[in-house]
């Protein structure tokens, strides 16, 4: 059985920093892409950071330069490390894992990220 879990949200002041972490069970590690989505109250879910198993990396404008997103392979974990965080980046962040292969997608159950201003 697939599973994704997420850790590492909370309540942070403007400015501060979060590190989330992502750990993956259940699956081979193979071609794949895992990414962070982001959804605040009221609105779609959006993608805030991608990286392949290539280690190709893909961020959302509104976070380029304060998000950095990471993965080990040893650990089947992704990181993303959120500094400079801003009330905008509040929300339910999710950890998403997409197969290659099979074209499936898997995702994990959520953390929550506060930014207060």
């Known amino acids: 059985q697939v599973q994704l879990v997420e850790s590492g949200g909370g309540l942070v002041q403007t400015g501060g920093s979060l590190r989330l972490s992502c750990v993956v069970s259940?699956?081979?590690?193979?071609?794949?892409?895992m990414g962070w989505y982001r959804q605040a109250p009221g609105k779609q879910r959006e993608l805030v950071a991608s990286i392949t198993s290539l280690d190709r990396i893909n961020y959302a404008d509104s976070v380029k330069g304060r998000f950095t997103i990471s993965r080990d392979s040893a650990k089947n974990t992704v990181y993303l490390q959120m500094n400079s965080l801003r009330p905008e980046d509040t929300g339910g962040y999710y950890c998403?894992?997409?197969?290659?292969?099979?074209?499936?997608?898997?995702w994990g159950k959520g953390t929550l990220v506060t930014v207060s201003s």
């Open positions: 998403n894992y997409h197969d290659w292969y099979g074209g499936m997608d898997y």
């Open positions: 259940g699956i081979s590690f193979r071609g794949n892409t």
